[in-house]
Each structure stands twice: as C-alpha cells, then as structure tokens.
C-alpha cells in the first residue's frame, strides 16, 4: 500500500514537472503511470476508497491522452498567425452553456483609472486585433494568459467584460466555484468543456473567476482531485497556447496568495495584473460619472467628497453615489417636488456606507506585490 501510493505520488509529480519543462512526452508517460498505480491501489482497497482511485486513475488517464495532442510551451514565445475576423465559428455547442451570448456593453471609457492595466491588454490584445497586418508583420499573435488579482470591488470583472467589448469578442464566464462542482470528478470536465467552448471561436475571452477556488495552492494535505485539477489546467492551458485562435484568459482572484505557484509561473500566464483601489483621480471619475446629468445642491462638493474617499472601492464609492441619489428620489416623491441631491443626502450615504477593505488587507496585497513581482 505505502509503496503504490508513494508511486502514484512520484509519477504524479513526475508529469507535473515534465509539463512545467514543455515535455509533453514524458509527462503523458508519467500520467498513464500514475493511472496504472491508481488502478493497482483499487484493486487494493474496497468501497467507496476503491471507486475513488478509479475515478482518479480516469482523470490521469484523460490528461495522458489529451498530452498527446498537447503542445507545450517550452519558452515564453509569443510567436505564431494572428486570428482571423471575429465571428463566432460553428462547433460551439459543447460548454456553450458557460458563455454569456451577448458581447459586453460595459466599455474601457466606462472604467475609471487602471490606466496601466488597460495600456497593457491593448498591447496583449487590442491593437494586435485592430492592426493584424502590424502584428503579423512583427510576429506577435493576440492573446495570451493574465491573471487579474486584488481587492474585491475594484472591477475586475468589469474590466473583463470591457476587454470583451473592445475587441467584440464573446464572453466566457465562470468562477471556480462553479467549476469545481460539488460531484469532484466533474470539475475537470467542466474546465476541459470551458476552453473548449471558448476554442471554438476564432477570438474569445475567457473569464474565470475566484481562480483561488479552482486552482488552490497545494499542500501535503491537498486531495488529489486538487492535485491533478492544476495539472490538467496546466496542460489545457499549455495548449491553448499554441492554437491558432486569439484567445484572452483572464483569471481573476481577491486571493493571489492562495493560488498554486505553478500558475504563476511564465508560459502560462504572461501578465499578472494588480487591480488596487481607485486613486485620486479614478474616485474623481467615478463620482462624477455617477452623478452625471444628476441634479446636485450648490453646495455639494462632489470632488471634494472624493479626495476624501481614499481606501475606499470602486464599488463603495458606486455605492455611496447610489444611495445618495435614491435618498433625493424618495425625498421628491414625499414632498412631491423635483429631485435634488443634496449635501445631506451625500453624507449620510457615507455614514452609511464604510469602506469594505481594511488598510491590513490592502497591506497584504502590498506585500504580496513586493515579494512575487518586483
Ligand atoms: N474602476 C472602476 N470603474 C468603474 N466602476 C467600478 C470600478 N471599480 C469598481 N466599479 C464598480 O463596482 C462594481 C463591482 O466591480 P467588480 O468588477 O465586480 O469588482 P471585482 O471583480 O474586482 O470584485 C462594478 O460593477 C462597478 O459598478
Ligand atoms: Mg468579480
């Protein structure tokens, strides 16, 4: 029994390492091991213990045959054919019930600040869309893998769908949690079925979310069905990256200390992208656009209330904004009068609503910038 589970083991972390090295070979080789150790503990086991190594000797089973197809990278290459015209092929039928039919309407205009996150998905995949001519020319293919980390409520779905709106590109959604269905055995299929989907179209992008909750740093006391869920990834993801197609992944988290180091790693995901609360001058935005066209008191000092908002989200300051304008509703439809905010109306919306990050949570994320990315 110890010297079956410790093979498994070391075939299984065999095939990891052979697909962090671009061997596809060698780490099918170490799959199908790994699935045959599985077997033989089955055999060894009963019950519900037994149906369990078959399931997992499936799962190695799968990643074997899919690593024959696979090509993996074997440096950070952004090399290949630009994609063609955007139109949605035909196939899609298969995990189509992840996509989100409609391209975005929500726009990069409509994001306030991330000045240096949008410069970089334009270069990643915008412009590379715009101009295929330049971009083939120069040998660079659109697309690619980003991480997108930081406190909650600070757009990092929005900007998703922003992407997806420039390039007009169909959406794939789907957060972790979603993914990794509670029947264990399922997830991989799910995210196999996902890219899939996604592949099917010549340009898409791919949103998954709380990729902490699919993709979870593993420790000795990980399940298998984690272990060999990151693996898969890498694998699928290592594939997508040699395809014709643009394809954008976006993995969002609220938790980049959580996630499995191997997805940080280059080859996989080429940008990681910090999304922080709003600056000065996003906070100005954001006010400003939610009260546009919005009928304010004199004394109401809109700039003023957002210099004051620092540590604060974009969605608080949405937020308070909201609140503000229904307290004017309610009070004009009470005393029958036209709608006004007013400076009371803004400050008690504040009072209301606090920031939902602490400054010891915005510390960690500032930390974790410090010691993985500079
Ligand atoms: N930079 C921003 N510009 C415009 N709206 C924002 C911004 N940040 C947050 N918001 C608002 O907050 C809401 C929540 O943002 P979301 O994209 O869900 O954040 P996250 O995915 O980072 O948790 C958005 O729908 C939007 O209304
Ligand atoms: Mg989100």
């Not at 993801?237 to 643009?246: D, I, K, P, Q, Y």
């Not at 400076?343 to 500032?366: G, N």
């Amino acid at each position: 029994m110890g010297y079956l589970s410790d093979k498994k083991e070391e075939h299984e972390k065999a095939c990891e390492a052979a697909i962090r090295a671009g061997d596809a070979a060698l780490a099918g080789m170490h799959a199908a091991k790994a699935a045959d150790f599985c077997f033989a503990l089955a055999k060894q086991t009963g019950g519900a213990v037994s149906s369990s190594y078959v399931s997992t000797a499936e799962g190695w089973l799968e990643i074997a045959e899919k690593l024959k197809t696979a090509r993996l990278p074997k440096a950070p290459q952004p090399v290949g054919d630009v994609g063609k015209a955007a139109e949605p092929a035909s196939g899609a039928a298969a995990g189509s019930e992840f996509e989100v039919a409609e391209i975005p309407s929500v726009s990069f205009d409509d994001i306030a600040g991330m000045a240096s996150a949008k410069a970089t998905i334009m270069e990643m995949i915008v412009y590379p869309m715009r101009e295929p001519e330049k971009a083939r020319a120069m040998k660079l293919k659109p697309g690619g893998g980003v991480i997108l980390y930081g406190p909650p409520g600070n757009g990092k779905t929005m900007f998703g769908k922003a992407i997806a709106h420039e390039i007009n590109a169909p959406f794939f959604y789907a957060s972790g949690a979603q993914l990794r269905s509670k029947w264990h055995g399922e997830s991989e299929q799910n995210l196999s079925r996902l890219l899939k989907a996604a592949q099917a179209h010549p340009v898409a992008v791919l949103f998954l979310d709380e990729i902490d909750g699919l993709l979870p740093r593993r420790t000795a006391s990980s399940s298998v069905v984690d272990n060999r869920i990151v693996t898969q990834f890498l694998a699928d993801v290592g594939g997508f990256r040699e395809s014709e197609n643009a394809l954008l992944i976006l993995g969002a988290t609220n938790e980049p200390w959580s996630i499995d180091e191997a997805v940080f790693r280059t080859g996989r995901f080429d940008e990681k992208i910090y999304i922080g609360l709003p600056d000065a001058e996003a906070r100005d935005a954001l006010f400003a656009k939610a009260f546009d066209g919005v009928s304010c008191a004199a004394d109401v000092d809109l700039a003023s209330v957002a210099k004051s908002l620092e540590g604060y989200t974009g969605s608080d300051i949405v937020g308070i904004a909201k609140k503000a304008r229904q307290a004017a509703f309610r009070r004009s439809i009470e005393q029958a009068a036209d709608p006004q905010v007013t400076k009371e109306d803004v400050e008690a919306a504040l009072r209301a609503i606090p920031s939902s990050v602490t400054p010891a949570l915005v510390a960690r994320y500032e930390k974790f910038n410090r010691e993985r990315f500079q």
